[in-house]
């Protein structure tokens, strides 16, 4: 059974970086697609990027001059950077494995809660 | 590349069947059979409930079931349980730039 686990700071300054990390366990990173998805309290699911575990990106083009992210096969993780976070970044940021077709996303992190403020 | 549009909220009644509807265009959800649903509780996380439209991941109850129509694809569950009551969000393979696009979720009231 794949798990993941996000973690990170939960208090991020504005105009600083926000810097998160999901570790996969139970299973290899790879070979599969990796998805970063967010969610403003009390709002919806929006998608940040995906990556495969060869390093190939996909960004949200709303969010893609602000947006890296990198995986590290050999720890089993992968990686999102945003950049000039405001109060607008305030989200659960979730990560999640990517299977069967395009948009299928079979297994979540518990997501981590990521604040924006002075 | 624009939010799928579901219907904000929806109910029924123990022991009903609801639909919900998730409506994109044909850069989307008119294209590809890439549409998977999730279901969210308050609190936690996401579970896939359907995925390539109408296929159910192991564990899933069969009272839950996916088709499409056009740029719209629906979600229905059958025999309406009281756990049934969450929110429900569509997402669909994107273009040919292979992005990701979710639904804006839509909250079932069990009555």
Known sequence: ?118 | QSALTQPASVSGSPGQSITISCTGTSSDVGTYNLVSWYQQHPGKAPKLMIYEVSKRPSGVSNRFSGSKSGNTASLTISGLQAEDEADYYCCSHAGSSNYVVFGGGTKLTVL
Do not use: M
Not at chain 1, 13 to 34: A, N
Not at chain 1, 51 to 59: K, L, W
Not at chain 1, 61 to 75: A, F, G, M, W
């Open chain 1, 1 to 118: 059974q794949v798990q993941l686990q996000e973690s990170g700071p939960g208090l991020v300054k504005p105009s600083e970086t926000l810097s998160l990390t999901c570790t996969v366990s139970g299973g290899s990173i790879s070979g599969y697609y990796w998805s970063w998805i967010r969610q403003p309290p009390g709002k919806g699911l929006e998608w940040i990027a995906y990556i495969h575990s060869s390093g190939s990106t996909n960004y949200n083009p709303s969010l893609k001059s602000r947006v890296t992210i990198s995986v590290d096969t050999s720890k089993n993780q992968f990686s999102l950077k945003l950049s000039s976070v405001t109060a607008a970044d305030t989200a659960v940021y979730y990560c999640a494995k990517i299977c069967c077709g395009g948009a299928t996303h079979d297994y979540w992190g518990q997501g981590t809660l990521v604040t924006v403020s002075s």
